[in-house]
């Protein structure tokens, strides 16, 4: 198994930056892709950005359009999410999520572990 417990979200305003962390604990090896999903009140949960375990290939959701980039620091079993320029339409809980296949998907079924979120609220 695998835990994950994300930080670092907070109440910033908009056009300010926060960075999310992800720390993995456990069977980590089985971490191959790891990913950030956010819901918002009264919304599905959906892909944010993924990252495959060897940090150069990532995808991100097209609407983030380079706002937002992610890494990951295999050595401290975690994974980030820098966010820039945010806007109250990033209002959400921030998930961390992990899948031991090595694509990285962007479909929430497809992960295989997931953290407790961690809440962003952006004000305008």
């Known amino acids: 198994q695998v835990q994950l417990v994300e930080s670092g979200g907070g109440l910033v305003q908009a056009g300010g930056s926060l960075r999310l962390s992800c720390a993995a604990s456990?069977?980590?090896?089985?971490?191959?892709?790891m990913g950030w999903f956010r819901q918002a009140p009264g919304k599905e949960r959906e892909f944010v950005a993924g990252?495959?375990?060897?940090?150069?290939?990532?995808n991100y959701a097209d609407w983030v359009k380079g706002r937002f980039t992610i890494s990951r620091d295999n050595a401290k079993n975690t994974v980030y999410l820098q966010m820039n320029s945010l806007k109250p339409e990033d209002t959400a809980v921030y998930y961390c999520?992990?899948?031991?296949?090595?694509?990285?998907?962007?479909?929430?079924?497809?992960?295989?572990?997931w953290g407790q979120g961690t809440r962003v609220t952006i004000s305008s």
């Open positions: 456990g069977r980590t090896s089985t971490n191959n892709v």
């Open positions: 999520a992990g899948r031991w296949r090595f694509s990285i998907a962007t479909s929430t079924d497809e992960y295989d572990y």
């Open positions: 990252i495959r375990r060897n940090g150069g290939d990532t």
